[in-house]
């Protein structure tokens, strides 16, 4: 199976409300769990991350949830603008191996 | 902001052809790894490299070879090109104290 599950793979969304996309990882070594935007033609952008010392982190509207018990992270995205419609990848990462990616999850907001 | 190169941007061959896809980065980052991105599956591991000589499989390598010749680069070769193997291909790299990824700006693979 997949080493990091990522849901739902598609999302849509009123603009203003918000957003959430759920991701768990298999490798209990991971510590770094970083959340990438991408435009369409563009590669991946890091929009966000966490490391395994913290349980939530917040940058302007993105916030970011780690259980390591559960082994899931996730992404919210609070009052939503047509701006942050893309393309959406968590990926789990442990020191001693490479990172894996989500499947991704398409955002759309609509204005 | 570190930066990734790879080339070529574009390339459209044909089944059986010999492809090779080059990423170059001039950040001293020791890992340099090749995904395959593609729709429904997200960005999948093909290889990976700790560092000039080093090669890791990852877990789509079939039809597929690396080479890492030096700190700096890291190729990834088709020699023989199949219609699978059409897909956006990304570049990365970090450093090894460091996880923070860094991507190059794709190269898109055409196999007629």
């Known amino acids: 199976g997949e080493q990091v599950e990522q849901l739902p793979s598609i999302l849509r969304v009123q603009e203003g409300s918000s957003a959430s996309i759920n991701c768990s990882y298999e490798d209990s070594a991971s510590n770094y769990f970083p959340w990438y935007k991408q435009e369409p033609g563009e590669n991946p952008k890091l929009i966000i991350d966490?490391?395994?010392?913290?349980e939530r982190k917040q940058i302007q509207e993105l916030i970011v949830l780690l259980d390591k018990k559960a082994k899931r992270f996730s992404l919210h995205i609070t009052d939503t603008q047509p701006g942050d419609s893309a393309m959406y990848f968590c990926a789990a990462i442990p020191n001693n191996n490479a990172p894996r990616f989500g499947a991704g999850t398409k955002l759309s907001v609509k204005p | 902001e570190a930066a990734v190169t790879q080339s070529p941007r574009n390339k459209v061959t044909v089944t059986g052809g010999n492809v090779t896809l080059s990423c170059r980065q001039t950040?001293?980052?020791?890992?340099m790894y090749w995904y395959r991105q593609d729709t429904g599956h997200g960005l999948r591991l093909i290889h990976y490299?700790?560092?000039?000589?080093?090669?890791q499989i990852g877990d789509v390598p079939d039809g597929y070879k690396a080479t890492r010749t030096t700190q700096e680069d890291f190729f990834l070769l088709l020699e023989l090109a199949s219609p699978s193997q059409t897909s956006l291909y990304f570049c990365?790299?970090?450093?090894?104290?460091?996880?923070?990824?860094?991507f190059g700006h794709g190269t898109k693979l055409s196999v007629l």
């Open positions: 950040n001293s980052h020791n890992y």
């Open positions: 490299s700790y560092g000039a000589g080093n090669l």
């Open positions: 990365a790299s970090r450093t090894l104290s460091n996880e923070r990824l860094f």
């Open positions: 966490i490391r395994s010392n913290m």
